[in-house]
Structures are given as structure tokens and as C-alpha cells.
């Protein structure tokens, strides 16, 4: 069967290690895309602002499966949001703040929001990941619909924290290695393949339409 749509992930994939890409190139295979009827779609686990950042030329002609699958965005409209209720987001926040090795990052939809307390290197290296980022004293009283967390921490401590999370609050999110010292706390079921499902329903096409390019420890 022919292809019906693409699917790229961002960081190690299509973007250089210096968070760029080939404008020119793209653009003109993405209009013989365009011509061929082919889909593409941008898979991240980054935050649906920073995406829509590196093509602002068609940001309302694509699709953004953004934050692991969290939210889903297609021609500028929303397809899917993942959304945990009021008291898992209280339970996973209050368990997390016990852990002083990690930095948290709530990801809502309308914003991302992380601790004012937390050092100048830390807001740094978030701001690149969240074009939408508030700075609050606490998590309480947030209005939003909050689908994950980014967690960063040191890379030696990844596995034993991966673990203890699971156990602490596996029922409610998992945790997810993203590399570069962080961590992702998902909904269950809500990740990078449910989201490209999501597309594909609305579309219409079957799995063996769809080419995925991703880094070896991407998983759709």
C-alpha cells in the first residue's frame, strides 16, 4: 500500500544536535508530500508550543502529536488531551515533592509550570523545552488540564528514581526515561502511539500507510 503519513520525532531525529534543521530541503519535501496526499506529523514529547515554534510556516496545515501523546493537535484544532483529575494531580505532586532529587515540570495545556526556588541552570535548560513556562512558589490551586511531568535529575540516579516511582504511583503515571537526565510521568495508555492512533482514525489510514522515524530508544 502507499504511503498515507509520516510521523518524525524531534530531538536525535529531526532536529541536528544543534536544534535546528534544513528549512529550505523540508519545505520542499513537505510540498511533495503535500502533493502525494501524505500526512505529516511531528511526535514529541515536548511541549505543543516549542513545537509549532519550528514550523511556523504550516504550524496550521500539520499535526503535533506534543508532551508523549498528551495532547494531540491537527491543523491548529485539538483531536485528544489526556487530563488527570484534580486529585491524581495532588497525589502524584505531593508524592514527588518528597523526592528533593528531583525538579519537577507540570505540563498543562495552557502552560508548563515549575518551582520559582529552583536554580538559574535549571529554568535555563527548561525555557528551551517549554515556550510556555510560569514560575510558581507551589503546585496548589493551578488552573489547567495537566496530562504529564517532566522530571529532571541526575542520570545516575534515573533507574533507582524510575523504579521507585513506578511503585510509589504507577497506577496513576508512568515513568518513562526521555534521556538527558529526565524522566516523563505519563497517564497510562496516553504515549506517542495512542496519539498517532488518534490521527490515524481520523484519517483513516492504516498501519502499514504509516512510516515512523525515531532514535532507538523511541517508542510509538
Known sequence: MSIKLIAVDMDGTFLSDQKTYNRERFMAQYQQMKAQGIRFVVASGNQYYQLISFFPEIA??????????????????DVFNGELSKDAFATVVEHLLTRPEVEIIACG????YTLKKYDDAMKTVAEM?????EYVDNFDNLEDIFFKFGLNLSDEL????QKALHEAIGDIMVPVHTGNGSIDLIIPGVHKANGLRQLQKLWRIDDSEVVVFGDGGKRY
Open 60 to 77: 496550521n496545515e500539520i499535526a503535533f502529536v506534543a508532551e508523549n501523546g498528551g495532547w494531540v493537535v491537527s491543523e491548529g484544532k
Open 109 to 112: 495545556k495552557n502552560s508548563a
Open 129 to 133: 523545552y517549554y515556550h510556555r513556562l
Open 158 to 161: 534515573i533507574p533507582q528514581v
